[in-house]
């Protein structure tokens, strides 16, 4: 599959000429929204650190009692792995997925209950404290409680959470949580239920909706909305889903457009973080940053009066790779130490061929000490062959 997509890629790209006038483009919009990062810079304490800068101290005390396994050649000690369940999903989102769908891994090479338990106590056991279930869709998995059950009890685990389009969330939730969720995010790109029709190509806003009212009264705090913004379909709702936020403990993060295989990522949809900051700020009064954790990926905003916050997600236009912390193990069993990197390495073929639990560890300490500094570039990754997001699990 992965041939098939390199060669397909290969085919799609545009000529040299074409990027330069996009990265033109571009810099025109950081040009114009470079005062309102200044200013946002300088309403922040020297103590308000994001997440581009790494704090040693952190790191020296969380690497002190765990495997050098997690550790990359750059300091980074990586704490969070993200587990993606199913390819399978009962949305058709323009952004994860390509118009024609895309083809599915054989159900027996994906990864059984056991094989990601197994994976799972191998990197907590090393030092990994937060696990975050993705998919395609993680709840329509049949075994999902059963897999949350497990996964909670693992010691040394203290968040367990998940990521999910909220379709079948609200009939699953309160059996989830008794088995150990305890954190999640609920993607929802827009308020206009014919716009979401148009964004998912199916249905469901509404029980969208139901699912994040349900999360809040079984008391979820907060109850992260991830919205991916895209210039013409849903930049004009920013403050709409801002509003999200004014009653219910709910945190709404705007998250950059980024390129994936089949997702015709064009830098023309993509608004940057500073404008739709200013977005907010010309409608509310009281915008505030909020401290980073330096491992966030998020830059974090409370506004008066709201129980809620904000957060913006810049993969695009600032990036955080300098404090990443974060793995993903795909359902596939292919083991990938950077969202947007190409590279993967195989943990399934090892298991099945009866590897240790010593052998996975130097297959995968090996891969983190190959991640890194940091991600290409915008148009570089936007030229580099990858796998759709429905594979990879964000």
Known sequence: MM???????????????????????????????????????????????????????????????????????????????????TERCNLRCQYCMPAEGV????KSELLSHDEIIRIADLFVTSGVNKIRLT????TIRKDIED???????????????????????????????ECGLNALNISLDTLVPAKFEFMTRR???????????????????????????????????ICNFVELT?????????????????????????VPYAEMLDKVRQSYKGVERLQDHPTDTAKNFRIDGHVGTISFITSMTEHFCAGCNRLRLLADGNFKVCLFG???????????????????KEIIGAAVKRKKAKHAGMF??????????????G
């Open 3 to 85: 041939r098939r997509c390199v060669s397909e890629l290969a085919r799609r790209r545009r000529p040299d000429r074409t990027v330069d006038t996009m990265k033109a483009g571009f810099q025109c919009l950081v040009n114009v929204s470079s005062s309102i990062r200044a200013t946002d810079s300088q309403r922040c304490s020297s103590t308000c650190a994001t997440s581009c800068a790494t704090d040693p101290d952190v790191l020296s005390r969380e690497t002190s009692s765990s495997s050098e396994m997690l550790v990359d050649s750059f300091g980074r000690f990586h704490n969070y792995l993200r587990i993606s369940l």
């Open 103 to 106: 083809e599915l891994t054989p």
């Open 135 to 138: 998919g395609g869709e993680p």
């Open 203 to 237: 249905k469901g806003h509404s029980k969208v909706l139901e699912s994040i009212d349900a999360a809040v009264e079984l008391g979820y705090s907060p109850v992260k909305v991830n919205c991916v913004i895209m210039r013409g379909i849903n930049d004009d709702e």
């Open 147 to 177: 897999i949350c059950l497990h996964l909670s009890g693992l010691k040394g685990l203290k968040t367990l959470a998940m990521t999910t389009n909220g379709i079948v969330l609200s009939k699953k939730l309160p059996k989830l949580k």
């Open 380 to 393: 570089d990754i936007a030229k580099t062959a990858n796998r759709p997001m429905i594979h990879i699990g």
């Open 246 to 270: 004014r009653h219910k403990p709910i945190n709404v993060r705007f998250i950059e457009f980024m390129p994936f295989d089949g997702n015709v990522w064009n830098v023309k949809k993509l």
């Open 342 to 360: 190409p590279s993967e390495v195989s943990l399934r073929e090892p298991i099945r061929t009866g590897v240790d639990d010593a052998g996975l």
